[in-house]
């Protein structure tokens, strides 16, 4: 049972537009939550996290938003670069949890000049 | 500052086979943690090492096991390997204890059991 999701294998934006890519979780033991970046033959790149007691979280063209009722957040990226083209991964932990990361399956996002 | 460092790159084994991979912690760091990515699929928790002990374990078989040194470079071993081990294996650091909950990932090794 897939504790968290990322329902859209891939994403499609021009250059210069936003890029939203969306998770869900089921696990309401979740409390901080992690977006990795990650190019071929790369290792995951950390990029912004959020804790659960804020709603969003901004760190120049990235922000991470957080509704925890619906069990949801997103990324959103603005203005969208070709080099930010990558396979992003939604990640999720319990406090407490020696930090153990659950992964969703990923999203390729192409943005395109 | 160095970053996470693997190795080997890549590795062949036949089903059956032993095999050990290595990773370089960052700088600073005392945790070390590892993830098996199989095709498709996001990262895997198998274990993780906190200053030479386990510090908490994946729904992976005890055939996986690692240690961790003073120096806190970890080692992942698998015996008995299986045609499904075929994967990326990636090696995590962070601060552990209150340092937060970012890891910060190895390029990883490339396995392939045949």
């Known amino acids: 049972d897939q504790q968290v999701k990322q329902n859209s294998p891939s994403l499609s934006v021009q250059e210069g537009r936003i890029s939203i890519l969306n998770c869900d979780y089921t696990n309401s033991m979740f409390d901080y939550f992690l977006w990795y970046k990650k190019y071929p033959a790369e290792g995951p790149t950390f990029l912004i996290s959020i804790s659960s007691i804020k709603d969003k979280n901004e760190d120049g063209r990235f922000t991470v938003f957080l509704n925890k009722s619906a069990k949801h957040l997103s990324l959103h990226i603005v203005p969208s670069q070709p080099g930010d083209s990558a396979v992003y991964f939604c990640?999720?932990?319990?406090?407490?949890?020696?930090?153990?990361?659950?992964f969703g399956k990923g999203t390729l996002l192409t943005v395109n000049p | 500052e160095t970053g996470v460092t693997q190795s080997p790159t890549h590795l062949i084994k036949t089903r059956g086979q032993q095999v050990t991979l290595r990773c370089s912690s960052q700088?600073?760091?005392?945790?070390v943690s590892w993830y098996q990515q199989a095709l498709g699929q996001g990262p895997q928790f198998i274990f993780q090492y906190y200053r030479e002990e386990e510090n908490g374990r994946g729904n992976f078989p005890p055939r996986f096991s690692g240690l961790q040194f003073p120096n806190y470079s970890s080692e992942l071993n698998v015996n008995a390997l299986e045609l499904d081990d075929s994967a990326l294996y990636l090696c995590?650091?962070?601060?552990?204890?209150?340092?937060?909950?970012?890891?910060?990932f190895g390029p990883g090794t490339r396995l392939t059991v045949t």
């Open positions: 700088s600073g760091h005392n945790t």
């Open positions: 990640a999720a932990t319990p406090r407490g949890s020696n930090y153990k990361l659950t």
């Open positions: 995590a650091s962070s601060l552990g204890g209150e340092g937060g909950y970012e890891q910060y």
